[in-house]
């Protein structure tokens, strides 16, 4: 076995000092010239630069605020002029075609809230409304004498004349209203059920006969009434419209009057039990109903402690009206702090309003500010971002930062950051240098790197060339020397008559031919490998039978090896097609395999030879039973001299090419070679050949 000589890396510490100290060294000296001059330089232009950007984002502020405000005040303007007081649902649409509204006030000149509007200012009941046309009142009290004497049915009988003539709207309601009232006391339930009809018919919105609702009050008695009767889905289906009414006029009662009716409504809904099994669609509507009311009860709240806010604010708001038309500020409603905008629409003799603007912050800031800043001059040379003042981003080199100016109120914890862009450089000993500049200096340092190693790879792969090839000449000194030392003491001893009988003539003849055909084998190999070097190898290919050269290939090895010192089995398939190659060359291949596969093996040890199809391919395989191939060698084995080392430190003889041309011939070939080995186990080469090669 042969050991690998340790290179010299002497040669490898002088190409290293070499270029420490003519590259190395003076390129680290200019450097540190270089980025003191850069700091310099960045110090003045950067003092440059933050004044520029500093003018630059003021008039990006004022930009911004002036659209904010723009479109602040076309909101407030729409609101102002609406020619009726805009009740929650219509607000809602306004608001949802601005995503940054989260709700809308109106107040007039007085600081009294118009829009939504709330509840109607209670006033003390009457007993009844009053009715102007003196004749039809003493008509009408001389029926009530007769329901206090308990004739109903002759009260009613007197409604019903009066309504017969011609009467006022207002004077109907009132007659209906006691009509039905003597019919239900006489138990007349069909004549009570009309007359409370046209009550509501009459009164639909409740502004009849006012501070008493009777189109309300008639509305709940026509449901109680089918809810006695049984007729619960329609009594349902009136209570939801009755509900969903109310919440629609509800500025047209005061805030008792709508509480006692939404009071006595959702005391029905218990009622409706076993309508709400089977009609979930009513279910899901007094759930939407509730949610309505839950809605209007927070908006009006909201509305009531906003308009006590501008009542302590009267001063305030006459500066800030004498100034601009909007003004910011940050108002506590309920538990939570928000953000609202305060615009002066109207000037005399035109009626003013103020509208209150209650405001999303995200979404303003999405809208208009972002939008602004990315769109703007700055964001074209720098990375401009709205940020919170406790959360500037770790590695930003932040050049300018601003809050909001007139509009700072409604972004209370938010600054504009104007930073360098984080792709352009890179800081380096605290010295911004640009990508571009790194990646060159990374590009030639790397180069300079490259190269040395590779020029210290190469020379290290040349010293272990060179031992190699030292190592191959030694070798195949030895293996030509002892042939050729045997035939000629062997031809010596038959020139000079040593040996006179027959049979130890025969004998002798027998080892100057086999110790002659090792002497062939080897220069074969060597011939060969030193074509295949120089390209020079000339393949003659033909058609032939490749289970023939296997056999003749094997009983030509048979004959060199001593009789017994290997049991070769050789196993060719049945019916292989014939194959275009070098004869020649697969013989010396597989030659050198079966010497591969002896000199690796202990004596009697078997060896097994089989030709056989797999797949597209003639495969010939060898397979020993000896020391087997560690994994580390099994890449290497078919280079050049390469040869693999034994532990037991015996000498193999060989010259390290055997297996080189056996990767060399399957390739001429268009093939391969595959190693299958595993230490103490034995080997198993594989020369596939492809079948329409």
């Given at each position: 076995m042969n050991s690998s000589r340790k290179p010299s890396v002497s040669i490898h510490r002088r190409i290293l000092l070499v270029f420490l100290i003519s590259i190395a060294l003076p390129g680290l000296y200019l450097s540190y010239v270089g980025l003191r001059s850069i700091v310099q330089e960045q110090e003045l232009q950067r003092g440059l630069l933050v004044q520029n950007v500093e003018r630059s984002l003021e008039f990006e502020i004022d930009r911004i605020e002036q659209r904010m405000e723009k479109s602040e005040e076309d909101v407030a303007q729409s609101l102002a002029v609406s020619n009726i007081p805009l009740i929650p649902p219509s607000l809602e649409q306004l608001n949802a075609a601005q995503s940054w509204i989260e709700q809308s006030f109106v107040f007039d000149s007085r600081l009294h809230l118009r829009s939504p509007p709330p509840f109607a200012a209670d006033q003390p009941a009457q007993r009844a409304p009053s009715i102007d046309d003196t004749s039809l009142r003493s008509k009408i009290e001389s029926a009530e004498r007769l329901e206090l004497r308990g004739d109903h049915a002759a009260a009613a009988t007197s409604y019903q004349q009066l309504l017969?003539?011609?009467?006022?709207?207002?004077?109907?309601?009132?007659?209906?209203?006691?009509?039905?009232?003597?019919?239900?006391?006489?138990?007349n339930r069909a004549l009570a059920r009309r007359a409370f009809e046209a009550v509501i018919e009459a009164d639909s919105t409740f502004v009849i006969a006012q501070p008493i609702p009777?189109?309300?009050?008639?509305?709940?008695?026509?449901?109680?009434?089918?809810?006695?009767?049984?007729?619960?889905?329609?009594?349902?289906?009136?209570?939801?419209?009755?509900?969903?009414?109310?919440?629609?006029?509800?500025?047209?009662?005061?805030?008792?009057?709508?509480?006692?009716?939404?009071?006595?409504?959702?005391?029905?809904?218990?009622?409706?039990?076993?309508?709400?099994?089977?009609?979930?669609?009513?279910?899901?509507?007094?759930?939407?109903?509730?949610?309505?009311?839950?809605?209007?009860?927070?908006?009006?709240?909201?509305?009531?402690?906003?308009?006590?806010?501008?009542?302590?604010?009267?001063?305030?708001?006459?500066?800030?009206?004498?100034?601009?038309n909007v003004s910011h500020h940050s108002l506590s409603l309920g538990s939570r702090t928000v953000p609202i905008s305060l615009i002066l629409i109207g000037d005399s003799p035109a009626p003013r309003h103020w509208v209150v603007l209650v405001v999303r912050p995200e979404n303003l800031q999405r809208e208009f500010v972002l939008t602004q800043l990315q769109s703007g001059d700055l964001a074209e040379g720098f990375t401009v971002t709205l940020r919170s003042d406790s959360l500037q981003r770790a590695g930003e080199v932040e050049l300018v930062s601003s809050p909001m100016r007139k509009t700072a109120a409604l972004f209370p914890s938010s600054v504009i950051s104007v930073s360098a862009k984080q792709t352009t450089t890179i800081s380096i000993f605290g010295v911004e240098l640009s990508i571009l500049s790194v990646g060159v200096a990374v590009f030639i340092v790397a180069i300079i790197l490259l190269g040395i190693f590779i020029i210290y790879h190469d020379i290290r792969r040349e010293e272990e060339l060179s031992a190699m090839k030292s190592e191959f000449i030694s070798n195949v000194s030895h293996e030509l020397k002892t042939p050729v030392a045997a035939i000629r003491m062997l031809s010596d001893n038959l020139r000079q008559h040593r040996v006179t009988d027959e049979p130890r003539k025969s004998e002798y003849y027998e080892l100057i031919s086999k110790e002659s055909a090792r002497l062939s084998h080897l220069l074969d190999n060597?011939?060969?490998?030193?074509?295949?070097?120089?390209?020079?190898?000339?393949?003659?290919?033909?058609?032939v039978d490749l289970g023939a050269i296997v056999r003749e290939t094997v009983r030509q090895f048979r004959s060199l090896v001593e009789d017994h010192a290997q049991r070769i089995t050789v196993d060719v398939e049945e019916g292989l097609p014939e194959l275009l190659?070098?004869?020649?060359?697969?013989?010396?291949?597989?030659?050198?395999?079966?010497?591969?596969?002896?000199?690796?093996?202990?004596?009697?040890?078997?060896?097994?030879?089989?030709?056989?199809?797999?797949?597209?391919?003639?495969?010939?395989?060898?397979?020993?039973?000896?020391?087997?191939?560690?994994?580390?060698?099994?890449?290497?084995?078919?280079?050049?001299?390469?040869?693999?080392?034994?532990?037991?430190?015996?000498?193999?003889?060989?010259?390290?090419?055997?297996?080189?041309?056996?990767?060399e011939v399957a390739e001429a070939h268009k093939g391969r070679v595959e190693l299958q080995s595993e230490p103490g186990a034995g080997s198993t080469f594989r020369v596939l050949l492809p079948i329409g090669g």
């Open positions: 017969a003539g011609p009467n006022s709207l207002q004077n109907r309601v009132t007659l209906n209203t006691y009509l039905a009232r003597s019919a239900d006391a006489s138990g009777y189109g309300a009050f008639a509305r709940l008695e026509v449901i109680e009434d089918l809810v006695e009767q049984g007729n619960l889905t329609e009594a349902l289906q009136g209570s939801i419209q009755f509900h969903e009414r109310l919440l629609r006029f509800y500025y047209r009662l005061s805030s008792e009057q709508y509480q006692y009716f939404s009071n006595r409504l959702r005391s029905l809904r218990s009622s409706f039990a076993s309508v709400f099994t089977t009609d979930s669609a009513s279910r899901t509507a007094l759930q939407s109903i509730d949610e309505q009311e839950r809605l209007l009860q927070s908006l009006l709240g909201q509305a009531e402690e906003i308009e006590s806010w501008l009542q302590t604010q009267r001063r305030v708001l006459s500066v800030v009206s004498s100034v601009g060597i011939l060969d490998f030193s074509r295949i070097e120089g390209k020079r190898k000339a393949f003659q290919l033909e058609r190659v070098d004869p020649d060359a697969i013989a010396l291949a597989l030659f050198n395999l079966l010497d591969n596969a002896a000199k690796y093996s202990e004596k009697e040890s078997r060896i097994d030879v089989r030709c056989l199809k797999v797949g597209s391919f003639l495969s010939i395989n060898v397979t020993d039973y000896g020391i087997g191939i560690a994994k580390p060698d099994q890449t290497k084995i078919f280079e050049k001299f390469y040869r693999v080392h034994r532990t037991e430190g015996k000498k193999i003889p060989g010259s390290g090419i055997g297996l080189t041309l056996v990767h």
